[in-house]
């Protein structure tokens, strides 16, 4: 008997693979190859590219904290803005804030919307047909060009940056997040692990400090993001968003109702708390 398995092919000199239970969907989009299967220990998955985007068991961790850090490090978010994030489980972290009044999700390919609906439903669990919700099929670089409005808090759910997602790495995308934001505003960004994909992360701080005074990353361990934690890059132009007590996000959270698996105030503080081969790539 064959098994079916898919390898991740992101990282040169060693291989994630994959078995597929069951294969949803394999085929090209108009931008990506799109892999949809069943693996027997992280439930159903996609793959963009060859490089493993989600899973049902460990997306919570994702996008909790992509989610939930920067809403509650601002305390009076109302407006949220993402890039990418085509499956919906951003979408849906954001949207169990009732304070936020509207989310903008900004996606290159509306194919993974399509897929993910019908595949990945416990990611969006509704989302895509909440009121607040503004989806946009656009190139997320084009659209912060010219954004629609401004807001509280951007959060960039990306792939890497080989492919349709390179552009959200590179200097002029990350001079408009300006456009997108208020002020006092938060960006957050996908960015990569930082034991494998070193200079990708020392790259994203060193063009975000151009443009913003605040500028750092925070961590979280995704199982299927092998090797080590992720960074998740952080820029403002208000340093107290970084800053904010442990206290305060307890109240705020408390405030919010939400229930969370990987999220609390006090893992909110500690992700910030960087070893020292990290900590060196943000100076
Ligand atoms: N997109 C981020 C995938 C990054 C994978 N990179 C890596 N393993 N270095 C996730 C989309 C979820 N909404």
């Known amino acids: ?52 985007q ?7 961790i994702y996008h909790e904290m ?4 920067p809403i509650l490090a601002h305390g009076n978010a109302k407006k949220v803005l993402i890039i990418g994030g085509g499956d919906g489980g951003m979408l849906r972290e954001v949207l169990r804030h009732s304070s936020i009044e509207k989310c903008t999700m900004v996606e290159i390919d509306s194919s993974v919307v399509e897929l993910s609906k019908e595949y990945l439903p416990n990611h969006s669990q509704g989302a ?15 659209f912060a060009r010219e954004p629609d409005d401004l807001y509280d808090v951007m959060i960039v759910d990306s792939t890497d940056p080989i492919g349709p997602g390179e552009v959200l790495f590179q200097d002029t995308f990350y001079a408009n997040t300006r456009n997108c934001l208020h002020p006092d505003g938060i960006l957050v960004t996908q960015n990569g692990v930082p034991f494998l994909q070193a200079d990708e992360l020392r790259n994203s701080l060193m063009h975000l400090k ?7 990353c925070y961590l979280a361990t995704i199982p299927t993001y092998v090797g080590g934690p992720m960074a ?27 229930s969370t698996r990987y999220y609390s105030p006090e893992v909110h503080k500690g992700a910030f708390a960087l070893p020292p081969y990290i900590s060196n790539l943000t100076e």
Request: proline fraction near 2%.
């Open 210 to 216: 151009q443009f913003f005074t605040d500028v750092s």
């Open 1 to 52: 008997m064959t098994i079916t398995s898919f390898r991740e092919q992101l990282h040169s000199g060693f291989f994630s693979e994959y078995e597929a239970e069951e294969v949803y969907f394999d085929s090209a989009t108009e931008h990506q190859r799109l892999v949809v299967f069943k693996n027997p220990k992280f439930g159903r998955m996609m793959m963009l590219d060859g490089v493993t």
């Open 54 to 60: 989600t899973t049902e068991a460990d997306e919570f």
């Open 66 to 69: 992509l989610a939930h850090v």
């Open 128 to 142: 895509f047909v909440d009121p607040r919700t503004n989806l946009v099929f656009n190139d997320g670089s084009a």
């Open 232 to 258: 998740f890059g952080w820029a403002s132009n208000s340093k107290s968003h970084r800053s904010v007590d442990v206290e305060i996000l307890t109240e705020r959270f408390a405030q919010s109702g939400i």
